[in-house]
């Protein structure tokens, strides 16, 4: 039968996310997206999962333990990949042959990349929220996936190839190109971060090695970058007080925002989940940080809750003031565009 929504997500995937990020992702896209044999497979993903994500993912996850000869064009296992041109035919057979697997694997796993380079354009927000209120900041994030995000102010950035910010000896390096607004003079002065919460339904325990490997088969196999970037990262998330809480942020949003001190500001944030989120609860979402803003003030910094831009919001007392708001940043945060306001 035919599945023509699913077909224009896997277009969709391959024109807006692949496109100039991942050749061979943007190739069986293209492929998969005129294909019904695998079309009908990938309608066995969950409704709510980003099936093109959870679809390559599970494939490089399978090929991570496998000597298959489609693993001689993934740049995440060859290091002179084959031509892209070829694998189509390798690829689909592969599926068809592991489609038990594939479906055991799109009922346990989710789509929960832990981007790290996101912090890119998170950290300028904490440093000027402290700056404004000189307030130590308590973190909740909202998809935290293995809370790598909530290490933030421990890591170093470079901001087009010159503006360098060190907050640790680790030799992690956040790189992203600001192509907005002058960045907050701030940035020297990380956050005092008091409390570091990160809610989902489905924690990522770094010490399983199972849980572990999903999270890199999530990485896109071009993308060695981020590979180092998340094994870098590792050992300074393990040096830190991060409470991970498996459950829906919805439903335990106002519960955990009454275990944080009165004495820290309060931020609430997620980056590239809320469109996971039915839509009626997103709504809902934006009410329960109303009802907490009435107990104490906090901001809420997100995007792809009701569009793609990136948003800072104060909510005090029940009302939404915007502080900025962003053009869509790059998926991977390798470039993204800062306004003052």
Avoid at 158 to 177: G, M, R, W
Avoid at 270 to 294: C, D, F, G, M, W
Wanted: glycine share 4%.
């Amino acid at each position: 039968m035919p599945h023509i929504r699913l077909s224009r997500q896997f277009l969709m995937f391959a024109q807006q996310e692949c496109q100039g990020s991942s050749p061979l992702y943007e190739h069986l896209a293209n492929k998969i997206a005129n294909d019904e044999d695998l079309l009908d497979i990938a309608s066995l993903i969950p409704q709510g999962q980003p099936a093109p994500n959870l679809l390559l993912a599970a494939v490089h996850y399978l090929l991570s333990t496998s000597n298959d000869p489609l693993t001689n064009y993934y740049a995440s296992f060859a290091p002179f990949p084959h031509p892209i041109q070829e694998v189509f035919p390798i690829f689909k057979a592969f599926v068809l042959s592991h489609t038990n697997e594939l479906t055991t694997l799109f009922q346990e796993k989710l789509v929960q990349t832990n981007e790290i380079r996101r912090c890119a354009y998170l950290y300028p927000m904490m440093t000027e929220i402290y700056a404004k209120h000189q307030q130590p900041l308590a973190f909740i994030e909202i998809g935290a996936s293995a809370g790598l995000q909530l290490g933030m102010d421990r890591y170093n950035y470079c901001y087009n190839q010159h503006l360098a910010i060190t907050n640790t000896k680790n030799d992690i390096v956040l790189i992203s190109e600001n192509r907005g607004e002058t960045l907050p003079a701030s940035l020297s002065k990380p956050p005092v971060v008091w409390q570091r919460i990160g809610i989902d339904l489905h924690p990522i325990d770094l010490g399983n090695k199972e849980e572990s490997q999903w999270l890199q088969a999530l990485i896109w196999p071009e993308h060695h970058e981020r590979r180092m970037l998340f094994n870098q990262a590792l050992p300074i998330i393990n040096q830190l007080d991060i409470q991970l809480v498996k459950g829906d942020a919805i439903q335990l949003i106002k519960e955990l925002s009454r275990t944080i001190e009165q004495e820290a500001m309060l931020v609430i944030y997620h980056t590239h989940v809320a469109n996971q989120i039915p839509i009626e609860l997103r709504h809902t979402l934006i009410e329960q940080l109303k009802e907490i803003s009435l107990e104490r003030p906090l901001y809420h910094c997100y995007n792809n809750l009701f569009d793609t831009k990136l948003h800072q919001d104060f909510i005090d007392q029940g009302t939404i003031k915007s502080i900025r708001t962003m053009a869509r940043p790059d998926g991977h945060a390798r470039w993204f565009e800062w306004s003052n306001s």
